[in-house]
């Protein structure tokens, strides 16, 4: 069993948990991830590590309610445990001087990015991020971004803060201004919005690595299910990724394969919420 | 010696093909203590013991045979504890008829002695018994020499079980959140019921073994920073656990799985007991299973346990090549699976929402023998035909997992992935280090992996003597 040491709630349904997991936070590094199970009926999930503490031995991890099980994972509280936690899995994202790094994060996914952007700044790189959100409520860790970034740019979709509109937007203005020479561009998020950043800068060149999330279950290579097409070659993203080369990556394959349980998410998440007496994991 | 040679071997009870079709309860029931004497009274005792010899752990099987007629049980499990650690599972899923049994001198004249059967007799009985009356194995006093064995499948518990016995203290680190490997994760629960891999594994931990879950090496540890750790010495029983594709076009369309996902959701994760356990998979009213071996097997029967209208295996060669055990070809037969041999996928066409529909494939006609031995298939030309399909589960074998050799110095590998260890000891390039298993011979038999396991067990207790 793992511990959950601190709970904090960055959304009404974001949520961060620091977990006790010595193994792990020994060893985790920018870009991997873990997979967990909440209880012995579970399924096992991957989850993005957000940070660690070696001392303290600690990894945090940042997830959105969406299905059955990160509702279920989001009833916990500080000081209950998870059945699983193992990590850190899949290769570390590749740190290096580029020069100037543009860090992309749709939603949640900043989570993943702080870390990365905090390794390029340490690396000695330009970090200018951009962020988007749906709305100014949902936002969090504009700080901790900003931390790390000598600039930060905000978006929302409805304008509630900063630019109005999609991480896209500013992302093509600075490549079509050329003012900033930008030698690798890191974009997270949900995997529509890696695609868009993605052709938005192919027709510049620019070097561009995502870190895609398709279903897993072992993610330690064994099943093969979170396989992606990647210039046409097969790769598993649990143990050759999670990070590609965006411009490789086949999108309409990925997505297709994100939606292969659509139908039986649904049908586990409304019966657990018929079942449950917690609300579907609303409190 | 009995008067006259009873020449036939006493069935075992089977759930009906009809029945067992729609549940994932053990096809095989078992023998009762009334078959099981009037088997076990059937063996001649010869002095010559061929089926010791034929199996690759030893066990002494005259021996338990003789306890087990004359009624002395725990007599019975010690003796075959003693050589080994895990009879319930051995005496499910072992290939007896290409071991122990293919050698039993009956077999001349006859049908030889149903030894896996009374195996998994004495086991079951075993099991049974409250804890109290089990009988206690012998542990060697401590040798104060740490051992760290890496993966929980056959290989690694009998490892562990072997040199927890001689006094060592042993660690073992599983990757998966249970223990038990391939037991766990590979074979169905109606030819391998997880309560007895779980008695078994808690068998080992009797022992004094420490299992500790979730703990991938190569990610959280190196073999390395194991050593400097201070382990004595390390056993790399990680099996063989990353799937082979066929490489052909649109292998990734969703409905396509490997047998290792599909059987992992299965069995591991309970797939078929979804949504009270929350793992789903989806599968179809057509399913194809591409290969002829005991996964392919596996993979089919569970198929039609969760309600596909046509399960087909697709296998390359002919009948006589297909390595499955015969036992396990026969009871897919009886539940409704179809065979189509010398054919072979090409490619897969998809529907617009990224689904497999259809798969088109060749037949085949057997040429000269290969390397294998067997007749090699050779495509036959203007053969392609069509299959409507919407699961397609492709069982082609597996090979070794990179983790731990790639993040291991000095530890040498063969092209094909597969650790390189001396057969007769185990050990591998690097000094303190052996492995055992499908790790080492690629995808292979449970038991084969248990006797390579003891062969490495002998060797490295040998080395800790002299350390």
């Known amino acids: 069993m793992y511990q959950i040491v601190t709970r904090e709630d960055l959304t009404p349904e974001i949520h961060l948990f620091e977990i006790m997991a010595p193994d792990v936070a ?42 059955k099980t990160t509702r279920k994972l989001a009833t916990l509280k500080a000081g209950e445990s998870i059945a699983n936690f ?65 600039e930060l740019i905000v978006t929302t979709d409805d304008g509630s803060y900063g630019l109005k509109g999609v991480v896209t937007i500013p992302l093509k203005e600075m490549l079509e201004s050329g003012k900033e020479k ?38 330690t290579g ?26 490789k990556v086949d999108w309409d394959e990925l997505m297709a394969r994100q939606r292969t349980y659509l139908d039986e998410e649904k049908r586990s998440l409304e019966l657990w919420k018929q079942s449950c007496s917690c609300g579907g994991g609303k409190t | 010696m009995p008067e006259k040679l009873n020449l036939n071997r006493v069935a075992m009870p089977k759930q009906e093909p009809k029945v067992r079709a729609a549940n994932f309860n053990e096809v095989a029931l078992g023998y009762q203590a009334e078959n099981a004497l009037a088997e076990a009274s059937r063996c001649i005792q010869c002095k010559k013991r061929n089926c010791t010899q034929g199996c690759p752990v030893g066990v002494d099987i005259p021996e338990f045979i003789l306890a087990l007629r004359e009624n002395k049980m725990s007599e019975a499990v010690k003796i075959l504890k003693g050589k080994n650690a895990l009879p319930g599972i051995c005496g499910r899923v072992c290939p007896q008829e290409t071991q122990c049994e293919e050698v039993c001198t009956l077999g001349k004249k006859g049908a030889p002695i149903a030894i896996g059967r009374l195996e998994r007799y004495v086991a079951d009985w075993e099991l049974a018994q409250p804890a109290s009356a089990k009988p206690k194995p012998e542990i060697a006093p401590p040798t104060g020499k740490k051992i760290m064995i890496v993966g929980s499948g056959p290989a690694g518990l009998t490892a562990a079980a072997d040199m927890a016995k001689r ?52 990610k959280i540890a190196t073999v390395d920073e194991i050593m400097a750790d201070g382990y004595d010495a390390v056993f790399l029983g990680t099996g063989a656990g990353l799937p082979m594709f066929l490489h052909i076009p649109g292998e ?56 596909a209208q046509e399960v087909y295996i697709v296998y390359r060669r002919s009948r006589t090549e297909m390595p499955a055990r015969r036992e396990e070809v026969e009871n897919a037969e009886e539940e409704g699976v179809i065979f189509k041999f010398l054919t072979n996928p090409e490619r897969f066409y998809g529907d ?16 000269e023998p290969d390397a294998s031995g067997r007749r090699s298939p050779v495509v036959k030309k203007g053969s392609e035909f069509k299959m409507d399909v919407d699961t397609v589960v492709v069982a082609l074998g597996t090979t070794p997992n990179p983790l731990v050799p790639t993040t291991t110095k000095g530890l040498d590998t063969t092209k094909k992935g597969t650790v390189v260890a001396e057969e007769a000891t185990g050990k591998t390039t690097k000094l303190g280090v052996w492995a055992g298993g499908d790790v080492v011979t690629g995808s292979a038999t449970v038991i084969s992996a248990m006797g390579a396991a003891k062969r490495a067990v002998a060797s490295m207790d040998e080395y800790l003597k002299g350390k």
């Open chain 1, 26 to 67: 020994k060893k985790a590094q920018a870009g991997q991830f873990v997979v967990i199970r909440v209880d012995d009926t579970g399924e096992r999930i991957p989850l993005t590590i957000a940070d660690w503490n070696r001392q303290k031995g600690t990894v945090t991890v940042v997830f959105m309610e969406v299905g």
């Open chain 1, 86 to 150: 193992a990590g850190p899995l899949g290769l570390p994202t590749h740190i290096d001087k580029y020069g100037t790094v543009v860090c992309v994060a749709g939603g949640f996914a900043i989570a993943t990015i702080v870390p990365i952007a905090r390794a390029m700044k340490a690396a000695g790189n330009k970090v200018i991020s951009i962020m988007g959100f749906r709305s100014k409520n949902l936002m969090f860790w504009e700080d901790r971004l900003r931390q790390f970034s000598d």
């Open chain 1, 182 to 219: 930008v030698g690798l561009v890191v974009a997270i998020g949900p995997t529509v919005m890696m695609k868009f950043s993605s052709l938005t800068t192919k027709p510049f060149g620019v070097k561009t690595i995502v870190s895609l999330n398709p279903i897993m279950v072992d993610g």
């Open chain 1, 222 to 247: 064994m099943c093969g299910v979170c396989r992606v097409s990647i210039g046409g070659v097969t790769k598993f993203t649990c143990v050759d990724g999670p990070d590609f080369d965006a411009h």
């Open chain 2, 167 to 218: 006094g060592h203290k042993v660690t073992i680190r599983e990757a998966l959140h249970v223990a038990g490997g391939v037991l766990m994760y590979g074979i169905p629960e109606f030819r391998m019921p997880k309560r007895i891999v779980q008695a078994e594994v808690d068998y080992v931990k009797s022992l004094g073994v420490e299992i500790k879950l979730d703990s991938v090496i190569g």
């Open chain 2, 252 to 307: 990734n369309y969703n409905g396509i799985y490997s047998a290792n996902e599909f059987l992992t959701r299965v069995n591991l994760m309970k797939a078929y007991l979804f949504p009270e356990y929350d793992t789903p998979l989806r599968v179809g009213k057509r399913v194809a299973v591409i290969g002829g071996g005991n996964v392919a097997m596996d993979a089919a029967r569970c198929s039609v346990r969760l309600g």
């Open chain 2, 352 to 367: 617009e929402k990224g689904w497999v529909k259809t798969m088109e494939c060749v037949e085949m006609e057997l040429g």
